[in-house]
């Protein structure tokens, strides 16, 4: 056997050894429930049925790949975006469920200690709604949701990472919206 042949072998097994460690470090799906009730309800268009009402519950399922990449260069900011159904968020209140299409770039935005204030932001486009709505009425083109938790002891985030988010609304001073 040549010595070239040694070599090439050795880094043929070099690389398949890579391959088999790159897919053991494979990604989770994590899944976030939140879930609330409102304090401040607007419909000035009266086009809800009146199930969604100040004190009425909502839920939210949030589901994340933890792997999805930083896209944010600078130390303090992430800025994690998740094509199709690598993030997806669904939100139910009332009588109506409004479910993120995965047709959109989605994402997650996160600043630890960024001028005073520690934060998580979700950032979802596309959604179709279930529910009935009065005739004539529909969703806009491009329904979103953005809920967000902000803390301004700045405590809650230790890092900028998508997998550091400590996913507890009591560490916050919570400003969530959709």
Do not use: H
Request: proline share 3%; net charge negative.
């Amino acid at each position: 056997m040549s010595m070239i042949s040694r070599s090439l072998r050795r880094a043929a097994v070099c690389v398949l050894l890579g391959i088999s460690a790159a897919s053991a470090a494979s990604a989770t799906t994590v899944t976030v429930l939140m879930t609330g009730t409102w304090d401040a309800v607007a419909d000035t268009a009266s086009v809800l049925d009146g199930s969604i009402k100040i004190g009425g519950g909502f839920s939210a399922t949030f589901t994340y790949d933890d792997q999805t990449p930083d896209c944010e260069p600078f130390v303090g900011i992430g800025c994690f975006l998740m094509n199709g159904n690598a993030g997806a968020l669904e939100f139910t209140t009332g009588n109506y469920s409004f479910i993120d299409q995965g047709t959109t770039q989605n994402g997650v935005g996160t600043e630890d200690s960024v001028q005073g204030v520690d934060l998580v932001g979700l950032f979802f486009d596309n959604y179709r709604i279930s529910g009935a709505l009065p005739s004539g009425v529909a969703l806009a083109p491009l329904g979103y949701a953005n809920p967000s938790l902000t803390d301004y002891t700045e405590t809650a985030l230790t890092s900028d990472r998508l997998s550091d988010i400590p996913w507890d609304a009591s560490l916050f001073d919570t400003n969530f919206y959709f």
